[in-house]
DNA sequence: GTGTTTGCAAATATTTTGCAGTAAG
DNA sequence: CTTACTGCAAAATATTTGCAAACAC
């Protein structure tokens, strides 16, 4: 989704278009690294002087309620953040911890699975994948 | 594992044999609830009166690095501890968090799937499914 | 102009660390 | 008796909140 599709919706949604609010969507936007809040605030304090983590911790709360972003829990100490909403796994390096998609890949029968095998009523899953990526791997110095 | 047990792997490791070590390992063996450093903490400070957080810490930390306990991010704002180290999804309630384990799934052939899928040396694997327990689904208010 | 948002600073929550006293072996 | 461990308190880290000034509309 655009930039002008975010302003949009914000508008929709009676919420104001405010730069710092299209700046970190776009940010998100045109990244594969699956940033933190902290990751976000340095990639765009530069551009941005006045930015604070608040606003970056503000406008990531919008964006996911808006369900336009997702948050994943790889296991550090902070979430990280991913504007491709669409439900897909996830791999995570052990040693540099790197968190690529894993596009390719057709999971979403598990719901389903899920869904006979307990009383929950499923909705949505989060699926991780932990070894070492291409750059790690073979590099002796274990996890 | 029993807390027999436990005490032969401390001592083989160098590690001391105390009452705090054995009743934190205890208490996770015996509980299907997936508790929070901070729910452990509560749930032993009664019978263990000056038990403190630290010590609760330091052993989990301990627990996890002798592959005893596995740690799990299912997306609060702290982790929650299995003692059941084999690798198995967990089934979460967006309403009132309960975490339970899906014990009859196999999906251990997903990590041989995922890595031909990707460069990576796939060596585990964390799977979340998110929805409504029975004691939660039917009851109105969402998420 | 009105009402929301920003960004600072303070507050809260979670986890880690330093260290003196305590307990295990 | 020696060394590791506990538990307190302080520090470090991550996140949330209150509020005055600034900005969107």
Same mark, same amino acid.
């Given at each position: 989704?655009?930039?002008?599709?975010?302003?949009?919706?914000?508008?929709?949604?009676?919420?104001?278009?405010?730069?710092?609010?299209?700046?970190?969507?776009?940010?998100?936007? %045109?990244? +594969?690294? /699956?940033?933190?809040?902290?990751?976000? &605030?340095?990639?765009?304090?530069? %551009?941005?002087?006045?930015?604070?983590?608040?606003?970056?911790?503000?406008?990531?709360?919008?964006?996911? +309620?808006?369900?336009?972003?997702?948050?994943?829990?790889? =296991?550090?100490?902070?979430?990280?953040?991913?504007?491709?909403?669409?439900? /897909?796994? /996830?791999?995570? *390096?052990?040693?540099?911890?790197?968190?690529?998609?894993?596009?390719?890949?057709?999971?979403?029968?598990?719901?389903?699975?899920?869904?006979?095998?307990?009383?929950?009523?499923?909705?949505?899953?989060?699926? &991780?994948?932990?070894? &070492? *990526?291409?750059? *790690? +791997? =073979?590099?002796?110095?274990?996890?």
């Amino acid at each position: 989704m655009s930039i002008e599709d975010l302003s949009i919706i914000l508008k929709e949604k009676g919420f104001k278009v405010t730069p710092q609010r299209l700046a970190i969507y776009d940010m998100l936007k %045109n990244t +594969k690294s /699956h940033p933190s809040i902290d990751m976000i &605030y340095n990639s765009l304090k530069d %551009n941005f002087p006045t930015m604070s983590l608040a606003t970056v911790y503000k406008t990531v709360d919008m964006l996911k +309620k808006l369900n336009l972003v997702q948050e994943l829990n790889v =296991g550090e100490g902070s979430f990280r953040y991913d504007a491709n909403v669409a439900s /897909h796994p /996830h791999v995570i *390096c052990y040693k540099c911890h790197r968190v690529d998609d894993l596009e390719d890949a057709d999971f979403d029968d598990l719901i389903e699975k899920v869904n006979k095998l307990t009383d929950y009523d499923i909705k949505n899953q989060k699926l &991780y994948f932990y070894g &070492y *990526c291409p750059q *790690c +791997k =073979g590099k002796d110095t274990a996890k």
